[in-house]
């Protein structure tokens, strides 16, 4: 049995060969004489060079209900789901995350909702013990003095 040194030989067009008998040998560059057990009765034999050159684009899960998802990464390393830029969520205090969100059910707001006007005046909305809604005027530095 040969150990290769590590690393796999290259494959040879028209040269390389599978043994198969009592178990399955590979000898990527021909020689049988330093083929390789790949898989016998008592398992799989394989050796991290022997993924050295393995390519995954992408890889493509089903749901439990089939929808098909799709994971891979873009040329940063970010990963991709369905080709879009996965977003970790986080509780990080005072994170801003931007571009637009769809919330479905219900969403507990913690502390208070501000909401900001089209000219930058900030409102503080607040519901009352009977569940009236009001916005109100965030104090500025101007509006103390």
């Excluded at 898989?39 to 034999?45: K, T, V, Y």
């Excluded at 022997?50 to 493509?60: A, G, H, I």
């Amino acid at each position: 049995m040969a150990y290769w040194n590590n690393k796999r030989p290259g494959i040879v067009e028209n040269v390389s060969a599978l043994g198969i008998g009592k178990a399955i040998y590979a000898a990527p560059d021909g020689n049988k004489e330093t083929a390789r057990l790949l898989i016998a009765a008592d398992g799989f034999h394989f050796k991290p060079t022997d993924f050295d050159d393995l390519v995954l684009p992408n890889l493509s899960f089903n749901s439990p209900k089939g929808t098909k998802y799709s994971l891979s990464f873009d040329d940063d390393g970010a990963l991709l789901i369905n080709g879009v830029k996965y977003t970790a969520p986080t509780n990080q205090g005072n994170e801003t995350i931007k571009g637009n969100k769809t919330y479905e059910d219900k969403t507990k707001l913690s502390g208070g909702l501000q909401l900001t006007s089209p000219n930058g005046t900030v409102f503080n909305i607040v519901v009352d013990d009977e569940g009236k809604v009001t916005a109100e005027k965030e104090k500025t530095n101007d509006d103390k003095e």
